[in-house]
């Protein structure tokens, strides 16, 4: 029988974790736990975004500042917002929201967070410690699929997982991730040959391609944990990378489209923003 990956619960109970946590602070140390979102233009998918990243702050009894800028902003005004934010010590976490409008330079942006509070783990310092496996902060997707992985307790140590999907936000963190966890990781994308042949060998399938429906029931292995990244707007649904119908019956356990690895990211933002506070108080062992 597949087992339906419930993103959605698990990620209100890390989010529930969170807020004891955070209620725990408040009353003992007077901290509070704080996100400065920066949403640069009118992307109307970044707009919804933010306002759940900002309800889900709420909810867990953090503070949300957003930081709502006009898409004619300049890169010298936005990296003195950053700067701003890095020296504020109210601030523990900073979340460039992206894609940035085409003028501004992305990485250059990314690079100029404090690395202390790259709550998003983009930035080149933090990307090298996770490929060493010394990251505290660590990509928000890639660590919500992972957590699903063992909140359900699906075998990773020794199991083939496949990528599909190369990004730099999904596709490479989260091979990293696996190998680090003893899988066998083979990461394929667009160019890849016999793509269906590899991705049938998957005991973990993971698709971050952003392509609507790409895996379809011929490419699954029987029994395969099926892990759906995507998220593309088809008329006025959310459709994920995986033909979910008719992969469903198929696969050991699936994520579903929405509410699957989606509700995993803001809760693992979440999670990277407790870190932040732990790291700048030095609360870590
Ligand atoms: N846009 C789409 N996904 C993400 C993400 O994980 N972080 C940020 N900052 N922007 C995004």
Redesign the pocket.
């Given at each position: 029988m597949t087992v339906k990956i419930d993103g959605k619960a698990v990620a209100a109970s890390i989010r529930a974790e969170l807020k004891v946590e955070a209620d725990r602070i408040k009353k003992e140390k007077g901290d509070e736990i704080c996100l400065a979102v920066v949403l640069v233009g009118d992307n109307p998918?970044?707009h919804v975004?933010v306002r759940l990243k900002e309800k889900a702050c709420h909810e867990a009894g953090f503070i949300s500042v957003q930081h709502t800028l006009p898409k004619e902003i300049s890169m010298e005004e936005l990296l003195s917002l950053i700067e701003r934010l890095n020296n504020d010590p109210k601030v523990n976490g900073i979340?460039?929201?992206?894609?940035l409008p085409a003028h501004l330079d992305e990485s250059k942006v990314l690079d100029r967070i404090d690395v202390d509070k790259d709550v998003?783990g983009?930035h080149p310092l933090n990307v090298g410690l996770l490929s060493q496996k010394l990251a505290k902060l660590m990509?928000?997707?890639p660590a919500g699929c992972v957590e699903l992985l063992d909140r359900y307790h699906i075998p990773i140590e020794g199991s083939h997982a496949v990528i599909v999907g190369r990004s730099n936000?999904v596709g490479k963190p989260v091979a990293v991730m696996l190998i680090h966890r003893n899988a066998t990781v083979t990461i394929c994308h667009s160019r890849s040959k016999n793509l269906a042949q590899i991705t049938s060998q998957a005991d973990i399938l993971v698709a971050a391609i952003g392509k609507p429906n790409f895996i379809t029931r011929d490419m699954v292995k029987e029994g395969a944990a099926v892990i759906d990244v995507g998220t593309t707007k088809v008329g006025n649904n959310i459709v994920g990378d995986v033909d979910y119908a008719n992969v469903y019956d198929k696969a050991g356990w699936i994520t579903p489209v929405p509410g699957g690895v989606g509700p995993m990211?803001i809760a693992m933002?979440m999670y990277n923003t407790m870190m932040a506070y732990k790291i700048q108080r030095k609360l870590l062992v």
């Open positions: 998918a970044s975004y979340l460039v929201q992206l894609p998003d983009f990509p928000c997707t936000i990211t933002l």
